[in-house]
């Protein structure tokens, strides 16, 4: 998680690399030369599935130099492969969807199971017994539900019909996370759980520790370690919506095996459709609307009802377009809402402001033309201290999003396989009650406009019945910004100048009147976290190879990383502005008040590097060992001008690049993660599965 890109960061260690770190560091790059000679580098994570099992014959002796073919039902694409001397075959990196298994050899029946649904990272366990030859053929339906009985993994899958049937609030995909095992978030359903600073948390992991993959490609904010689609803008809005119509199904992990990394918590996998050999789509439109709907309890008459409009609409459209070879998916969401939040205040009635003898400050004149507070509407003595507010206000919200995504599947032979998928994903958004006190009047929203653009590209190549490649790549650029909604006037037109130098600091100043007799009155202003924003760009190269030996599955793969993270946070860049009271005000006597100064400027970046080496190892049909053992290198933070700097007891503040400091903090070289586990299938029939 990239969070140095706003702030100073301090730490106080600054020793240098060991000739031990450095040793480790070589031996580990022998080891990932050793590996990538046999693999063409690149994801260990996989968005797909495999199907094995073991074929035998009615006295359950194994039967080598079986001829086993999987065929996808919706795109008739086929994938065989052949039994080793123990009987046992995997299919390996398929297509999730369903499946039509067969087994085949001379002097035996045919055998077939139908409906074999392989979900992502799943292992389906078909077992075959084939009968003697003159035997009718054997044609069976697997079970809707079967236990895996191959790997240690926790945590769930959320299928496709639980995707489309499920209702969820805003169709917000993330609201689906905390329906499998060991996964728990904010009750409220809030974007950031309180405690957790995250959407969900899996097996207490801080909720910030998760890892999303799209397609199984990088879908982090490398700020927040979030979802990059479905993260909020301001008051915890998605900014952008994944559209549900899109997603085939969601696995959601936890104690995963060595493949899957750089994060303590949970992997959350989220697989999209594919088109097939049949045309299918979809229109919709939900709505909902305050003329539908009751009061609010705190929305009483005589006062108008709160204003709220929603509508989330879109469609989707799969099929072929060279049919068994070629085929695409398009899936749009939009949403369009408009609502008012209602508040009361204490606001300066021009009557009290004449009483007062007017403003005798000209700038305090020309801000007072500009009309700061609403007119007072309901009536109260002049200079009444009861505490009692005289404005009722509707301070109207917006959100405009818009989102689609596209994916291309084309299969050049059995061998050869390419999947292209791309989101583009934009929206604005305007609220008040932004964070850090925002506020409620109108005109002070904090306007967040944000975009994203996913990409991704996988390339899979069978290159024997035992050896399968995939080399993918992914791209992942979040841009999104936090501005007063009043970001183009320049204060300096009124003759207000609070040090702003640039237009990126522009809009009213915050303004506050104290201690006024009458009480509190209104601020005016937008929030003063405003303006900040940032642009989190992700680039990830991945390979993984798949290599079956007997009764061993290996897999090894590597992965390199590049975050750049360009922000700038203006925090109290506009300025405030404190009086003790109207009179004071009108007379633009400051009781005190504040700006920030500086350049928040950061662009930091950070490579990182993953390898890894697994075995699946069958020690009989029942009983199954997962090895395996991952390392991780998480680069050091880097400023690309070296606006960084670090503390030195002995020198105090030292900038990096300065005073003999080459990098901001010691390179990490030890991370290795060694992995063991066992996964027993106490009956044999895949009813009961011991895991540890």
């Avoid at 998680?1 to 031996?27: G, H």
């Avoid at 995997?90 to 499946?99: D, K, V």
């Avoid at 995707?163 to 917000?172: K, T």
Wanted: a neutral charge; aromatic letters at 10%.
């Amino acid at each position: 998680m990239n969070r140095a890109c706003q702030t100073q960061v301090t730490i106080i260690d600054l020793p240098t690399i060991t000739q031990r770190a450095r040793k480790r560091w070589v031996i580990f790059a022998a080891a990932s030369v050793v590996i990538l000679a046999l693999a063409v580098p690149l994801s260990a994570q996989t968005f797909r599935g495999n199907i094995l099992g073991t074929v035998t014959d009615p006295n359950g002796a194994v039967i080598p130099e079986v001829t086993v073919t999987a065929k996808n039902v919706g795109t008739g694409i086929e994938r065989s492969t052949v039994t080793d001397s123990s009987g046992n075959y995997t299919l390996a990196e398929l297509q999730t969807g369903t499946y039509v298994v067969t087994a085949q050899k001379p002097g035996f029946a045919k055998y077939q199971i139908d409906n074999v649904v392989v979900e992502v990272t799943s292992e389906k366990r078909v077992d075959v017994e084939l009968s003697v030859a003159g035997s009718e053929a054997v044609v069976l339906v697997a079970p809707a539900a079967q236990v895996e009985t191959t790997t240690n993994t926790l945590g769930g899958t959320i299928s496709t019909k639980a995707v489309a049937d499920l209702p969820v609030n805003g169709r917000d995909f993330t609201k689906f996370l905390v329906l499998v095992p060991g996964a728990t978030g904010d009750p409220s359903g809030a974007t950031d759980s309180p405690g957790s600073f995250g959407l969900f948390s899996a097996n207490g992991n801080r909720g910030r520790a998760n890892n999303y993959l799209l397609d199984g490609t990088d879908m982090n904010d490398g700020y927040r370690n979030l979802p990059a689609i479905n993260e909020a803008g301001v008051f915890g809005t998605p900014a952008t919506i994944l559209p549900i119509e899109a997603i085939s199904e969601v696995a959601v992990l936890s104690n995963f095996e060595a493949e899957y990394g750089r994060n303590s918590g949970a992997v959350v996998n989220i697989v999209t459709k594919s088109g097939t050999n049949e045309f299918h789509g979809s229109v919709f439109e939900f709505f909902r609307n305050n003329a539908l709907d009751a009061r609010n309890f705190f929305n009483p008459k005589p006062d108008p009802q709160t204003a709220f409009r929603n509508n989330q609409f879109g469609g989707s459209l799969g099929g072929p377009i060279i049919r068994k070879r070629t085929f695409f998916y398009f899936a749009y969401e939009g949403q369009r809402e408009r609502v008012g939040l209602n508040s009361t205040a204490r606001v300066p009635d021009p009557r009290e402001i004449a009483a007062l003898g007017g403003t005798t400050n000209p700038v305090i004149a020309r801000l007072l033309a500009r009309n700061p507070w609403p007119a007072p509407n309901r009536p109260l003595p002049l200079f009444d201290d009861t505490g009692t507010p005289n404005l009722f206000v509707t301070t109207r919200a917006l959100n405009d999003v818009d989102s689609m995504i596209g994916k291309i599947d084309h299969s050049f032979n059995e061998k050869n396989q390419l999947t292209a998928r791309y989101f583009f994903g934009n929206s604005n958004q305007s609220f008040p009650l932004a964070i850090l006190a925002g506020n409620v009047l109108p005109g002070y929203n904090t306007v967040t406009p944000t975009r994203v653009n996913l990409f991704s590209i996988s390339y899979l190549k069978l290159f024997s019945n035992t050896k399968v490649n995939e080399m993918r790549f992914g791209y992942n650029r979040f841009d999104e910004g936090f501005f007063p909604e009043d970001q183009n006037f320049d204060p300096r037109t009124i003759g207000l100048n609070t040090g702003i130098v640039g237009s990126q600091d522009f809009g009213l100043p915050f303004i506050r009147i104290r201690n006024d007799p009458v009480g509190s009155i209104a601020s005016i202003g937008a929030t003063l976290s405003v303006p900040r924003a940032r642009v989190d760009t992700n680039w990830q190269a991945i390979d993984n190879f798949s290599w079956k030996l007997d009764r061993h599955d290996l897999k090894f793969g590597y992965e390199f990383r590049r975050t750049f993270v360009n922000a700038f946070f203006d925090a109290g860049y506009r300025g405030r502005l404190d009086f003790d009271s109207l009179a004071d005000f009108l007379s633009g006597t400051l009781s005190g008040g504040r700006s920030a100064r500086g350049d928040s400027r950061r662009g930091t970046f950070q490579n990182s590097h993953a390898g890894f080496i697994q075995d699946t190892f069958r020690w009989r049909p029942s009983v199954t060992f997962n090895l395996g053992l991952r390392y991780d290198y998480m680069g050091v933070i880097a400023e690309e001008r070296n606006r960084f700097s670090n503390f030195d007891p002995a020198s105090g503040l030292v900038q990096v690049g300065t005073g003999g400091l080459d990098k901001l903090y010691n390179s990490d070289w030890n991370n290795f993660s060694p992995r063991i586990g066992v996964a027993w299938d106490l009956t044999g029939k895949s009813k009961t599965v011991l895991r540890a």
